[in-house]
């Protein structure tokens, strides 16, 4: 499976923001699909997750914020941010986890990972 993420760009705080995760293949509906970011001089940390069925999960400090959601039609995940803030600025990374439960948080249980895109929240 390859993963090409998109969407990223500069915003402001309170602004709202899509990234968009496109796969390869015809498996797609088979993983987890996570989303994991990466500020600067910080460790690459869990945002949220969609697992084959559809449920969510997200990380404490963008729940309420933040979607994820699937196409499975268009082989697509997408990461809806909203009430951005400058803690949110990161590089975004899509994976995906093939998994037999629930989608993992820990990224090395991600089998593939997109080239990342850059989200820059500033004033």
């Known amino acids: 499976v390859q993963l090409q993420a998109s969407g990223g760009g500069l915003v402001q705080p309170g602004d709202s923001l899509r990234l968009s995760c496109a796969a390869s293949g015809r498996t797609f509906n088979i993983y987890h699909m996570g989303w994991f970011r990466q500020a600067p001089g910080k460790e690459r940390e869990f945002v949220g997750a969609?697992?084959?069925?559809?449920?969510?999960y997200y990380r404490d400090s963008v729940k309420g914020r933040f979607t994820i959601s699937r196409d499975n039609a268009k082989n697509t995940v997408y990461l809806q941010m909203n009430s951005l803030k400058p803690e949110d600025t990161a590089i975004y990374y899509c994976a995906a986890d093939r998994g037999a439960t629930v989608p993992d948080t820990r990224e090395w249980a991600y089998d593939y990972w997109g080239q990342g895109t850059l989200v820059t929240v500033s004033s």
């Open positions: 969609v697992s084959r069925s559809g449920s969510t």
